[in-house]
């Protein structure tokens, strides 16, 4: 089984430019979410989708970050505009619905983003 | 608010020596914790997931024990190997509801041959 992928591993903008993350979860998993750890610190949530809703994006930085997860399968995360600070690590998740007692979250190789 | 630390940041053993890295957490209404490791430019890899009804989870040579009352948790790696060397992340999950992790910084292991 395939597990969660995420396009592209690398990505290297300028400042002001637009970028958009993508991932895939593993096939079956409702719960999707999306990490971040930028240089020298933790990694922090962003944000977490049920199926097509977005569920708790009480992590989101600030309204340049638009998150989507249409048809509740892939999802993508834009930045736009891209500032300095944006620059890090950009991890996706997924879990099987919460409850079921396999909540494991199951993490894609990340988005290494670098904004210059 | 959750806070998870782990300390220290970074811990060399020689080669097949047992060993613990430790996690801390400040909210003991914690509902699992899960132990990842992450290999310099990879993802992180699931090890073990501790439910808050459980005390301790074994798989292989790994041991993970939670103990909600003191905000504790260990991960034992026992007969330690050169490939064990990572960077080792706890993470918890606050309450039933609330999904999101929250991590540490890691411990920097490196199993010295």
């Known amino acids: 089984e395939a597990g969660v992928t995420q396009f592209p591993s690398h990505s290297v903008i300028e400042k002001g430019q637009t970028v958009t993350l993508r991932c895939d979860p593993i096939?079956?998993?409702?719960?999707l979410y999306w990490y971040r750890r930028v240089m020298g610190k933790e990694i922090k949530f962003l944000l977490h989708?049920?199926?097509?809703?977005?569920?708790?994006e009480s992590g989101m930085p600030n309204n340049r970050f638009l998150a989507e997860r249409t048809g509740g399968t892939y999802s993508t995360l834009k930045v736009q505009p891209a500032e300095l600070e944006d620059s890090g690590v950009y991890f996706c998740?997924?879990?099987?619905?919460f409850g079921s007692g396999v909540e494991t979250q199951y993490f894609g190789p990340g988005t290494r983003l670098l904004v210059l | 608010k959750q806070e998870v630390t782990q300390i220290p940041a970074a811990l060399s053993v020689p080669e097949g020596e047992n060993l613990v890295l430790n996690c801390s957490f400040t909210?003991?209404?914690?509902?699992?914790l899960q132990w990842f490791r992450q290999d310099p430019g990879k993802g992180l890899t699931s090890l073990l997931l501790?439910?808050?009804?459980?005390r301790e989870q074994t798989s292989g040579r790994l041991n993970a024990s939670l103990d909600k009352s003191s905000g504790r948790s260990t991960l034992y790696i026992a007969a330690s190997q050169p490939g064990d060397s990572a960077t080792y992340l706890c993470?918890?999950?606050?309450?039933?509801?609330?999904?999101?992790?929250?991590f540490g910084t890691g411990t920097r292991l490196t199993i010295i041959p």
């Open positions: 989708f049920v199926k097509e809703s977005k569920q708790d």
């Open positions: 501790i439910q808050s009804s459980q």
């Open positions: 993470a918890g999950l606050s309450n039933f509801g609330n999904e999101k992790l929250t």
């Open positions: 096939s079956g998993h409702d719960n």
């Open positions: 998740a997924s879990s099987q619905v």
């Open positions: 909210d003991s209404a914690i509902y699992n």
